[in-house]
């Protein structure tokens, strides 16, 4: 498990990346049970493939361009499929409830 659970002050600084895909890495920022805060950081052409999950999102582009499939609203409800690409290398942060264990169980 990564060791941020539940912690109140998660430093950005010294959270290391990880490989989410080709050309996407994240950061799992701070959560709990029922939240939690990810960071991507995604290469321009990079593809966040469709997928869904049982979490409700929300995506907030912190930087770059990107195109959703979902078009302008990013809010992602439960299990609805979504994706996106990159078109200008960029950060999105994403919010999930409840938190996404598949991100943080070590394999």
């Known amino acids: 498990m990564k060791t941020n659970k539940n912690q109140i002050w998660v430093k ?7 490989t989410a895909c080709e ?22 052409g990079a593809i966040g493939a469709m997928h869904n999950h049982p979490h409700t999102q929300i995506t907030y582009v912190v930087s770059g361009e990107f195109e959703f499939t979902i078009g302008d609203t990013l809010l992602k409800q439960d299990s609805i499929m979504h994706g996106c690409k990159c078109l200008k290398e960029g950060v999105l942060l994403d919010i999930f409830t409840p938190m996404r264990k598949d991100f943080v169980l070590e394999l």
């Not at 950005?12 to 990880?18: F, G, L, Y």
């Not at 950061?27 to 990810?38: G, P, T």
């Open 12 to 18: 950005n600084d010294n959270i290391d990346k990880e």
């Open 23 to 44: 050309g996407v890495d994240r950061k799992i920022l701070a959560y709990s049970e029922d939240l939690m805060c990810v960071e991507n950081y995604f290469k321009e």
